[in-house]
């Protein structure tokens, strides 16, 4: 079966940097595209940042456009998100997540997505 583990997050001060890294399994992970999305308390899980399966096109939320970068290691089958010049309102459950099947478009919206991981929480302080 799929398993997604997610790592990485943590506390950090306003403007400070986390990277986290999302190892998949159960799949090849090559042939899927991979997104991020986050859920801070009491609002919905929103999208983040989206990576088709070969790396060739990724897509950022407005919210976070040059300063969060997602990427991903075939090789290693994991995707990244880092985050650089973190905000406060950046404080969140970060979640990875898969397409049902291989060579689907990576998407924006949250229902595409079959397959998640726990999540890892981070914390930006002001």
């Known amino acids: 079966q799929v398993q997604l583990v997610e790592s990485g997050g943590g506390l950090v001060q306003a403007g400070g940097s986390l990277r986290l890294s999302c190892a998949a399994s159960?799949?090849?992970?090559?042939?899927?595209?991979m997104g991020w999305f986050r859920q801070a308390p009491g609002k919905e899980r929103e999208f983040v940042a989206a990576?088709?399966?070969?790396?060739?096109?990724?897509y950022n939320a407005d919210s976070v456009k040059g300063r969060f970068t997602i990427s991903r290691d075939n090789a290693q089958n994991t995707v990244y998100l880092q985050m650089n010049s973190l905000k406060p309102e950046d404080t969140a459950v970060y979640y990875c997540?898969?397409?049902?099947?291989?060579?689907?478009?990576?998407?924006?919206?949250?229902?595409?997505?079959?397959?998640w991981g726990q999540g890892t929480q981070v914390t930006v302080s002001s």
């Open positions: 997540a898969m397409r049902i099947r291989p060579f689907m478009a990576a998407t924006t919206t949250r229902g595409d997505y079959a397959y």
């Open positions: 159960g799949r090849t992970f090559s042939s899927y595209s």
């Open positions: 990576i088709n399966w070969s790396g060739s096109w990724r």
